[in-house]
């Protein structure tokens, strides 16, 4: 059986006379089945994390519809009497829709990106006194929340055949090429079509940088470019955080705030100084403002594993102290929304745009040295640094000292990510090495942050900890001791491999030390 999709875009026209298919043929079109209705919302996240594991996830009633992108067929369905309430993966019942979408979602919420109605109607057709050789499934879809003025839907045509009889399939699409029908290459083409009504592109959000360097591009364009686009990416993370959508926004708000700082110390001789330290200054505040309510966020999601770790007896004392942390986290969420909409932060950002729009107010005169140059002199300086740091790290070196290298290896993931087009492929690999060696020291940090912060509220008397939760969190923190010195020795291992020979002359041969 063959089939073909028909792509309409003028969802308000009825559709077509079928008998008017051959003039002077005797086919006739029959209605199979009576008019069907339902709703539909699609969901994703905020970052497209289903759509890059080629899934897309539909909530039509009571059952969420998981698809395969590229195939385009069902892959898994989950009922769920409540599925207007489910906002996170792990919320949906236990089954594979929900693994499949947990496993690529992750801690992300599931946003509604479209909501739409369908009509379906199906007909069959014939020659006279034959049996039925082509069927036709036609769906109207109408978008809701769409302005009146523009158009809100569209309409699909699947055509099948039922027999091996030759059928006028030319003829037929030329039919309905007539009423405005156009052949579908690929369904992911009719998802594009949709979000394309509302104002959206698929990936049309990422963290990763995307913006287009070329090697011989002055150090000070190119560095206003990347600028420009880590501060879209501030901004467009600000609702979410004031909605409290998810703990991601958040956390892709502090990376974009360091990315600016690490361009603007990286490449300070490129900026009037002025301008330089008040910006600095002002980015150094805002990123600092949000500091407790991370911390607040990595502690409660490490709740059900610090539940893990402990035995059942001391589980209602742990409890206890999440509730807490839970109530802290209230008040630093409602204290730096009160400082996203106040008129410092407002004053903060007119004035970094202001810089940004008019790059005289912020740049000195060209240094005159091209992006590739000036990339390749501070990256191989940072990775100077991280070796030099880390080959000074013993099994008695403090946190303190640990935590000067996991900045180095941001910044210089930062650069290479910056970066990376404009050298040769073999640069990205290292990036992906230096990742699992900053995952392993940020995990390092984040246990000695989490470490400090428990026994930080058990010496606080504000905090007020039952004594059971005292007692839970002191185990909890015996436990955390001893993953904090595992960690410890997979930093030394990734971080040889790192630091070797062969990877020194790497970074020696790719980036230079200095300017030619």
């Not at 759509?51 to 069902?74: A, K, S």
């Not at 909501?115 to 082509?134: I, K, N, T, Y």
């Not at 940088?209 to 150090?219: F, K, R, S």
């Not at 909605?243 to 009037?272: K, M, N, P, W």
């Amino acid at each position: 059986m063959n089939e073909k999709v028909i792509f309409w875009k003028d969802e308000e026209a009825a559709h077509p006379e079928w008998s008017e298919l051959l003039p002077g043929r005797p086919w006739h079109f029959d209605a199979v089945n009576l008019e069907e209705s339902r709703r539909m919302i699609w969901l994703e996240t905020f970052d497209w994390r289903l759509w890059q594991r080629g899934l897309v996830l539909f909530c039509c009633g009571d059952f969420f519809l998981l698809y395969d992108l590229e195939r385009w067929c069902e892959v898994s369905r989950q009922f769920c009497s409540d599925g207007k309430r489910i906002r996170f993966a792990a919320e949906l019942p236990e089954g594979d829709c929900r693994t499949r979408v947990e496993s690529a979602a992750g801690g992300r919420a599931l946003l509604r990106l479209v909501a739409l109605s369908r009509r379906d109607r199906s007909f069959s057709g014939a020659m006279a006194a034959a049996e039925p050789q082509l069927r036709l499934d036609l769906s109207l879809l109408r978008l809701h929340g769409i302005h009146k003025s523009r158009r809100s839907g569209m309409a699909l045509l699947y055509l099948r055949r039922l027999s091996h009889d030759e059928v006028p399939g030319d003829n037929f699409e030329h039919f309905l090429s007539r009423h405005g029908f156009q052949t579908v290459s690929a369904p992911v083409d009719i998802l594009i079509h949709l979000l394309r009504l509302i104002g959206r592109r698929p990936l049309d959000y990422s963290m990763k940088i995307t913006t287009e360097l070329t090697p011989d591009l002055p150090v000070g364009t190119a560095v206003m470019r990347l600028l420009h686009d880590n501060f879209r990416l501030i901004h467009v993370n600000e609702t979410g955080i004031r909605a409290d959508i998810d703990r991601e926004f958040l956390h892709d708000y502090r990376v974009a705030f360091r990315r600016s700082r690490t361009l603007l110390t990286a490449f300070g001789f490129c900026f009037q100084a002025a301008p330089l330290a008040e910006m600095r200054t002002k980015f150094r505040h805002w990123a600092n403002a949000t500091n407790c309510l991370r911390d607040c966020d990595v502690l409660l999601e490490s709740r059900d594993r610090y539940l893990a770790l402990l035995p059942p007896e001391l589980h209602p004392g742990l409890l206890l102290f999440f509730r807490r942390i839970a109530t802290i986290r209230h008040g630093e969420l409602l204290t730096l929304r009160e400082a996203l909409s106040g008129d410092k932060y407002h004053d903060f950002c007119c004035r970094w745009r202001e810089l940004l729009l008019d790059s005289r107010l912020l740049l000195r005169p060209d240094p005159g040295l091209p992006i590739a140059v000036a990339a390749g002199m501070e990256i191989y300086r940072c990775y100077r640094k991280v070796v030099r740091g880390g080959r000074k790290l013993d099994a008695d070196t403090g946190d303190v000292a640990l935590h000067r290298v996991r900045i180095q290896c941001k910044k210089l993931r930062y650069l290479l990510e910056f970066f990376s087009g404009i050298f040769p492929p073999a640069v990205r690999k290292r990036v992906a090495s230096l990742k699992k060696l900053q995952d392993t020291l940020g995990a390092y940090n984040d246990m000695a942050v989490q470490i400090a912060t428990l026994q930080s509220k058990i010496d606080d008397p504000d905090c007020r900890l039952r004594p059971a939760a005292v007692a839970a969190v002191g185990g909890l923190i015996a436990v955390l001791a001893t993953d904090k010195k595992r960690l410890r020795h997979e930093f030394r291992t990734g971080f040889e491999a790192f630091a070797s020979e062969r990877n020194v002359a790497f970074f020696r041969k790719y980036f230079r030390s200095e300017p030619p």
